[in-house]
């Protein structure tokens, strides 16, 4: 991503927010790309893409699919610039990351992105997720299925430490992905998971492939249990979190979705979305 892209975690730290970044990144690994120069305080998780959570010998842990991603000197877990060794399951060394970081800074404003790698292949699970669905034939996805919930516990522990230290009702957390699942790729996952009823999977402009769960709770803020049906994009984000920081910054392609959430507007948001990847385009 260009240097001179303006990031959340630039605008939130020019507000006086405290900023971390748990988990994968994959928008450069070089110095000047490096979390820690891109407006991060805090930086724990991969660089480059995603890669083993577990060493596959482990016992009670299922693997699938071509290991594609073995750590190495640049696809590695950093500690801000150092590698570190990590033993445990990577999902669950990232969200024991995530508690610390909102315990460290309970007492101060902050802003945390907790960017999982799971369910992205390799495909790995332990025994503690995988005993969810052992009902399940289908291997891939069988491990799949326990990938995911390995990420809905993170949820819950994230959320249950805001309401353990008083931040809950005041903290607004939005939880999305980045694209739809791939669709079994590869012959060993096959049927490991669906984008049903749209078409297209990860890599297709179709609804299959960037059409994604998101979903925001502020419960001093916003109204819950509300559908909001109008297209956003997660552009959005930026001018969201501005204006949650009581700031306004905003860009072309991001608008506060605030005001249409609480119903104030009225309104699409936004005129188009575009989506574009080498030659493949969708409006």
């Given at each position: 991503?260009?240097?001179?892209?303006?990031?959340?975690?630039?605008?939130?730290?020019?507000?006086?927010?405290?900023?971390?970044?748990?988990?994968?990144?994959?928008?450069?690994?070089?110095?000047?790309?490096?979390?820690?120069?891109?407006?991060?305080?805090?930086?724990?998780?991969?660089?480059?893409?995603?890669?083993?959570?577990?060493?596959?010998?482990?016992?009670?842990?299922?693997?699938?699919?071509?290991?594609?991603?073995?750590?190495?000197?640049?696809i590695a877990v950093f500690r801000d610039r150092e590698i570190v060794?990590?033993?445990?399951?990577?999902?669950?060394?990232?969200?024991?990351?995530?508690?610390?970081?909102?315990?460290?800074?309970?007492?101060?404003?902050?802003?945390?992105?907790?960017?999982?790698?799971?369910?992205?292949?390799?495909?790995?699970?332990?025994?503690?997720?995988?005993?969810?669905?052992?009902?399940?034939?289908?291997?891939?996805?069988?491990?799949?299925?326990?990938?995911?919930?390995?990420?809905?516990?993170?949820?819950?522990?994230?959320?249950?430490?805001?309401?353990?230290?008083?931040?809950?009702?005041?903290?607004?957390?939005?939880?999305?992905?980045?694209?739809?699942?791939?669709?079994?790729?590869?012959?060993?996952?096959?049927?490991?998971?669906?984008?049903?009823?749209?078409?297209?999977?990860?890599?297709?402009?179709?609804?299959?492939?960037?059409?994604?769960?998101?979903?925001?709770?502020?419960?001093?803020?916003?109204?819950?249990?509300?559908?909001?049906?109008?297209?956003?994009?997660?552009?959005?984000?930026?001018?969201?979190?501005?204006?949650?920081?009581?700031?306004?910054?905003?860009?072309?392609?991001?608008?506060?979705?605030?005001?249409?959430?609480?119903?104030?507007?009225?309104?699409?948001?936004?005129?188009?979305?575009?989506?574009?990847?080498?030659?493949?385009?969708?409006?």
């Open positions: 991503m260009s240097i001179d892209e303006r990031t959340m975690a630039d605008v939130l730290k020019a507000d006086g927010y405290a900023t971390g970044l748990i988990g994968k990144w994959h928008l450069g690994y070089q110095d000047d790309h490096h979390p820690l120069a891109r407006g991060f305080d805090e930086y724990f998780g991969v660089l480059a893409s995603a890669l083993s959570y577990i060493d596959p010998a482990t016992p009670g842990v299922e693997n699938l699919g071509p290991d594609r991603h073995p750590r190495s000197a640049r060794e990590v033993e445990d399951y990577l999902t669950d060394v990232f969200t024991d990351e995530a508690v610390a970081f909102i315990d460290r800074h309970r007492d101060e404003p902050f802003f945390l992105f907790l960017s999982h790698t799971t369910p992205h292949t390799p495909l790995q699970a332990t025994a503690k997720y995988l005993d969810r669905y052992r009902h399940i034939d289908n291997k891939a996805k069988r491990i799949y299925s326990a990938m995911v919930s390995s990420l809905d516990d993170s949820v819950g522990a994230v959320v249950e430490k805001l309401r353990a230290i008083g931040q809950l009702d005041n903290t607004l957390i939005v939880f999305s992905s980045d694209n739809g699942c791939m669709g079994g790729n590869y012959r060993l996952t096959e049927g490991m998971c669906s984008n049903a009823p749209h078409a297209g999977y990860k890599r297709y402009h179709q609804e299959g492939g960037i059409r994604v769960p998101l979903i925001m709770t502020w419960p001093a803020a916003l109204p819950a249990g509300r559908v909001y049906e109008q297209p956003v994009i997660s552009l959005d984000l930026l001018a969201t979190f501005s204006a949650a920081a009581g700031q306004g910054t905003t860009t072309e392609d991001s608008v506060n979705l605030l005001p249409y959430l609480t119903g104030e507007m009225d309104g699409a948001p936004h005129e188009y979305l575009y989506w574009r990847a080498g030659p493949t385009i969708a409006i």
